[in-house]
């Protein structure tokens, strides 16, 4: 019998980097945030539409209800975004030429991981599998926008496609595997591929893990068996309440400042101080750290609004209502009725505005602009660069060269002086 798996490929790179997480996340309530909903939404829209030969846009009416009987729906600007997605799937599930086999797509494929991870009866369900010959590809949709996603050593994408392999080929007539992240709000696509038998030999160590986790589930953990990390804790249920991530957490916040005590009640002014007297060495051990530190005061932030909402004291603080939204019209259809009555010119009722670059693709993709058009207007689309970003050296994009701008300035500075 199958069953919603403890040890989901989804939350793998947690399990694996902390066994106890799992242990810990017993009996924290799963509330989707909005922006979770949005992200179920994107991948229904997004499966219909390959399913029933569609484009998003003739989905895209279709809404989650939330527990408080609100309604969550795509916006009108994200739907290119979830088209590129279903395109990207059709192209890769497309044949490559008049002589290849024809490719097999499976879409919401639900895999058995259960002998993968130690889970009894466990399943996950993949985005998009597409077998073509002897390759597998597998594709995994990514609808958030706050992390960049990579697909080389991802757990998640791995459990996905050695599920696929053992559910879809038996016989290990599969040779090759590509796995790919599409994350299409950040024009995102990061790819990972490895001979088949490279990855089965990842096996044992997924399961080595599982079992880890599974059994500590059963006997209980202890302190060593808590592993806080910025990955693993991120998204984590229990982040609110791990001593250990607190723990990890509040030592980093004070280990490189000169304080005379260990409480986070240091004026300001002593931690700016503080700050700026640390060496190079130094600020990266707590550059390093603070996102770990983010993530427990989230998680922090969190917890007291839970308890303010729920009626419960926390002294010091309240519940105040936030900044109003934009005012909008609660009935679009009869406030165009009333202005249309109010005599009002066509150019006094309704904004017009160009198409976007991302619009206009879209009607060069379905061709309303012709393939000598599109390079014109090409010509004529500009994208502001990134701001600079701190970011650890394993990070795959290149460093900025700043020795330029420096120089620049040296310049400016002296014809200032003349």
């Known amino acids: ?68 009987g609100s309604h969550v729906a795509l916006s009108e600007g994200d739907l290119p975004a979830l088209q590129n997605y279903v395109d990207f799937v059709r192209t890769a599930s497309g044949p490559r030429s008049s002589l290849a086999p024809a490719a097999e797509l499976f879409i919401e494929q639900a895999l058995s991981i259960g002998a993968i991870t130690g889970e009894e009866g466990a399943q996950g369900t993949a985005d998009a599998v597409v077998i073509e010959g002897e390759r597998l590809h597998v594709i995994d949709l990514k609808w958030g926008r706050g992390v960049r996603v990579q697909a080389e050593d991802n757990l998640q994408l791995a459990l996905y496609a050695l599920g696929t392999l053992a559910s879809l080929d038996p016989l290990g007539e599969l040779e090759e595997v590509t796995m790919t992240i599409v994350q299409p709000r950040l024009d995102h696509v990061a790819s990972w591929t490895l001979p088949a038998q490279s990855l089965r030999a990842m096996a044992p160590r997924i399961r080595q893990g599982g079992e880890h986790a599974l059994r500590l589930l059963r006997d209980g953990a202890q302190e060593s068996d808590y592993h806080p990390g910025i990955e693993q804790c991120r998204f984590c249920p229990a982040r609110a309440t791990c001593a250990a991530l607190a723990k990890h957490a509040l030592a980093a916040v004070v280990d490189d400042f000169d304080v005379a005590t260990q409480e986070l009640a240091q004026p300001l002014q002593q931690a700016s101080t503080s700050v700026a007297t640390l060496d190079g060495a130094a600020l990266g051990r707590c550059m390093a750290n603070a996102p770990l530190v983010e993530i427990w005061l989230k998680a922090v932030r969190a917890e007291v609004e839970t308890r303010l909402l729920a009626g419960a004291p926390v002294p010091g603080f309240k519940l105040v209502a936030g900044r109003k939204g934009a005012r909008k019209w609660a009935n679009g259809d009869e406030a165009e009725a009333m202005l249309k009555a109010m005599r009002l010119k066509t150019e006094e009722m309704y904004e017009l505005k ?26 004529l689309i500009t994208q502001d660069d990134g701001a600079p970003s701190v970011a650890p050296e394993a990070d795959k994009r290149p460093a900025l060269g700043l020795a330029a701008t420096a120089d620049d300035f040296a310049d400016v500075t002296q014809e200032a002086l003349t």
């Open 1 to 68: 019998m199958s069953q919603h798996a403890l040890l989901s490929p989804s939350s793998a790179h947690r399990w694996m980097a902390c066994p106890a997480s799992v242990l810990a996340s017993q009996g924290i309530p799963d509330v989707p945030s909005e922006h979770a909903l949005e992200g179920t939404l994107a991948h229904e829209i997004a499966a219909q539409a390959l399913t029933q030969h569609l484009d998003v846009t003739a989905l895209a009416s279709t809404t989650h209800e939330l527990a408080d």
């Open 354 to 379: 160009l198409i976007s670059p991302t619009s206009a693709e879209k009607l060069h993709k379905a061709g309303g602009i012709g393939p000598r058009q599109w390079p014109k207007l090409q010509a």
